[in-house]
Every structure is written in structure tokens, then in C-alpha cells.
């Protein structure tokens, strides 16, 4: 590539990622160049232009990067800037711990029928599966082929986006408890710390 | 005594967990028998206090005494002491419950942490569309209790300006048509006060009007709204758009 090439695709990226309310997919930037330009470019042009473009925030000392969530490319703040940000844009309203623990065992359970959330927490989960929805951080992804043949549920791409990940494959790994040692002793230490650990706000009087 | 904070206990499982931690009990060797007790303490103090959820609590309790009466039951003794006990352990099945709970609520954390940090980061117009859109939630149709509303028509009732006349006529309001007239009123002004729209009528159609009006509010065509005093109610119309879907 010509080095106006080079510069002329940097303007373009920069220019989509700007207008984007949605993570974009390198596929749908290079559609988009063909259409408007009727040449043809790689998704691996499309990643050597965001490289140049964060090199060369990161040089200049702006508050943009390009990050990748929910296999797309998104132009966001980086976090030293967040106290200011966050004194004149409205916090957004974190999820209650029922919705996140709801949301975790979708997140890696998926596809997960609602009887199967129900069981592992042992409460009726239909409030929390409404507003995952609502949220459009679940949705339905099917039917299972058992009795009755209930709605599996998995998540979104607004799940990734909201959670800061590229993909399914970069949630962190299920805390283990078993495997992690054969030791009763350490065991033991382990679900202590575990259990320790659970926000304060459990802590009820009885 | 008792003092509790019912609210924090999401389910069973985490209350099952608050006992464990509050006690320091080993989650491989809990003390059934005195587990079940206390949860069936809990939970017949919920019954009590007539809280929402107590099924979930309920089928959990009778999981617990199933337990403790297999635990009680004498177990046959291993005909060779060297082997070891092979026998199942009743409890296992609630230990392995309790310990994917525990998991699935470590990584709720962990997730949470997530989220924090993603936070941090802003994009363009970010709290403008989905933000908000997210957090809105629809102006409730009657912000008022039931009693409330039934107190107001009390005192409506008590008010009621038409003198009984002691000629024994049958009058039929019918529900239906009442409905139809206070969305006809409706149609002629936005917000009508209960009483100036039943003013000069008989019991019986104000209390037609009522139910009308309760049935209209919860097919969301109307709002109810209460001010201080209770001795009167407000009507208004339902703007379309916010509810049509």
C-alpha cells in the first residue's frame, strides 16, 4: 500500500469507528470500503490501520483507543479520564447481584433452559430471565429436544460489549474448587476464602 | 428473638450459605439436624410474615429433613474396616449444590469486575440511546395501593350527595358501560377528578364507575394518581404512544 493509501484507510477507520454505536466487525468496515470506494481491501488492511491509529493516539498523547469488543472494533476514552467523564454523564445503573448471578451461569452454561438456571440457584428465576431480555443481554437461542421442549437461553452481543469481552472465549475461566487440589486442608482454606469473599451486603442478623 | 434482615437472602442456597460462614461449619461436614432446624425456623417465620417466595425456601427445607432422616437412619457397617467407606454420604448431593452455587457466584463477581472496568471506558453518545433507554421504566398505572383507593371510594361513598329515595327500583350499571363513559369523559379533558366525575350520582354508579375505572387502569387505557388528601382520586389519560406496545 501507498502511504496516502495507508492514510486515507486510518481516516476511514477512524471516521466509522466515530460515527458507530456498536462494536463494528473488520467484515462489515471492508463492505462498507468497497461500496464507497469500489476497491477491494483486507480485514488484515483493516487491523494494520487500527494498530496505526492506537500507535499513533498513544504517541500523541489522546484519550481514544481502539478496543476490541464483541468481535468488533469500538473508539472509546481510556480509563484515566473516567472520573471526569463520569462527573457530567448520568452513571449507568449497575445490575442487582440476582441479575449478575443469573447472567453468569447463562454466560457459561449457554444454551441453558430456565429449569436448569432455576435448579442451580435455587429460586424461580422468570424476573431475572424478563429483564436479562429486556436488557437484550440474553436472549432465546432455542428450543432443547428434551420433554416439553423448553426456550434455551444464551447471551448477546450486548452481553460482550457490556462486559468489556472480544468473545465467548475470553470470559475467565469458571472458578474451580475441586480441581484445584486434592488437599482437604487447602480445600477447605479455599471455599473459606470463597466464602469470605461474597459482598458484604449477604451478611444478614439472625 | 429474632432479629432479622430478610431481604438479603436471594434463596435458600444463600441462606443455607450465610449459616455455614456464620458459623465457621465445614461444608463437607455440616451439622444436619441443627441446619435443618434453624432453615425451618427461617422459613416458618417467613410463612408468618406471608413473604413472597417462601416455595423456593419450602422446597429446600424438605430437602434438608430428608437428609437429616437419612442421616439418623443406622448405617450398616463397613464388613471390612480396612475398605474404605463407600457408603454415599446423604449430604454429598446438597454439598455439590451449595459448591457450583458458590462458583457461579464467584464468577457473578468476577463478571461484576468486568463490567466496572468496561465502564470506565466511554464511548461516543454512550449514555444518550442505550443507557437510557435501559433504565426507564414505564410511569407506574396506579402509584397508589389498593387501600388507598379503596379508602378514597369510602369517603366518596360517604359524601354522596343523592338523598336515597325509598321507592325500591332496581337500577343495573353495568361495568362495560361505564367504561365507556369515563373514556368518553376522558376524551373531553386529560384529567378528571373521581369526585367531579361522579358528582350528583347514585352509589351504585359510582361504584360501577370504580371498577370501570380500576378495569380501564389495568389495561393501561388510564392512570390513577393520588395527591395528599385521600379523600378524592385523580383520572388521567394514558398518552398512547408510551403504552401502545
Known amino acids: 500500500m501507498l502511504p496516502e493509501e495507508v492514510t486515507l484507510l486510518m481516516q476511514a477507520v477512524e471516521a466509522m469507528l466515530f460515527v458507530a454505536d456498536e462494536p463494528m466487525p473488520a467484515s462489515q468496515f471492508v463492505l462498507a470500503w468497497e461500496e464507497a470506494f ?35 472494533y ?28 443469573t447472567l453468569a451461569i447463562i454466560a457459561y452454561r449457554q444454551p441453558i433452559t430456565k429449569a436448569e438456571i432455576d435448579h442451580l440457584r435455587g429460586v424461580d428465576t422468570a424476573h431475572a430471565l424478563h429483564r436479562l431480555q429486556e436488557l ?71 | 428473638m429474632f432479629c432479622v434482615r430478610l431481604a438479603t437472602f436471594e434463596g435458600p442456597l444463600d441462606l443455607l450459605l450465610y449459616f455455614i460462614r456464620r458459623d465457621e461449619l465445614d461444608l463437607y461436614d455440616i451439622p444436619i439436624a441443627r441446619i435443618a432446624d434453624e432453615f425451618l425456623a427461617y422459613v416458618r417465620l417467613m410463612e408468618e410474615l406471608d413473604l413472597d417466595g417462601v416455595s423456593d425456601f419450602l422446597y429446600m427445607a424438605a430437602v434438608l429433613l430428608e437428609i437429616k432422616a437419612r442421616w439418623l437412619l443406622p448405617r450398616p457397617v463397613p464388613v471390612d474396616a480396612e475398605l474404605p467407606n463407600t457408603q454415599e454420604d446423604p449430604r454429598q448431593e446438597l454439598v455439590d449444590r451449595l459448591l457450583i452455587y458458590l462458583q457461579y457466584k464467584a464468577a457473578a463477581e468476577r463478571l461484576a469486575s468486568y463490567a466496572e472496568a468496561r465502564a470506565h471506558h466511554y464511548t461516543r453518545g454512550q449514555a444518550v440511546a442505550p443507557a437510557e433507554a435501559v433504565s426507564v421504566e414505564p410511569v407506574p398505572l396506579a402509584p397508589a395501593s389498593v387501600s388507598d383507593l379503596a379508602e378514597a371510594l369510602e369517603a366518596l361513598l360517604a359524601r354522596r350527595t343523592v338523598i336515597p329515595v325509598h321507592a325500591v327500583r332496581r337500577d343495573v350499571y353495568s361495568v362495560e358501560a361505564q367504561q365507556r363513559y369515563v373514556i368518553e369523559r376522558l376524551r373531553e379533558a386529560d384529567r378528571w377528578s373521581f369526585r367531579d366525575l361522579t358528582q350528583g350520582h347514585s352509589r351504585g354508579w359510582i361504584i ?28 388521567a389519560a394514558v398518552e398512547s404512544d408510551v403504552y401502545a406496545s
Open chain 1, 74 to 101: 469500538r473508539l472509546a476514552t481510556i480509563p484515566s479520564v473516567h472520573a471526569l467523564l463520569q462527573a457530567y454523564k448520568k452513571e449507568q445503573k449497575k445490575l442487582t447481584r440476582s441479575l449478575l448471578e
Open chain 2, 208 to 235: 360501577a364507575t370504580f371498577l370501570a375505572v380500576l378495569e380501564l387502569a389495568r389495561l393501561g387505557q388510564l392512570r390513577i394518581e393520588i395527591g395528599e388528601g385521600i379523600e378524592d382520586f385523580s383520572i
Open chain 1, 38 to 72: 469500489g476497491t477491494t481491501i483486507t480485514e488484515a488492511d483493516v487491523e494494520a490501520a487500527v494498530a496505526a491509529l492506537n500507535a499513533a493516539y498513544e504517541a500523541t498523547g489522546r484519550v481514544f483507543r481502539i478496543y476490541t469488543w464483541a468481535g468488533g
Open chain 1, 136 to 206: 437484550d443481554l440474553i436472549q432465546v437461542v432455542g428450543r432443547s429436544d428434551t420433554i416439553g421442549r423448553p426456550l434455551l437461553y444464551g447471551t448477546t452481543q450486548r452481553f460482550l460489549d457490556h462486559f468489556g469481552l472480544s468473545s465467548l472465549q475470553e470470559l475467565p475461566p469458571l472458578p474451580s474448587l475441586e480441581t484445584l487440589t486434592t488437599d482437604p486442608l487447602v480445600r477447605k482454606e479455599q471455599i473459606r476464602a470463597l466464602l469470605d469473599g461474597l459482598d458484604s451486603e449477604n451478611s444478614g442478623t439472625l
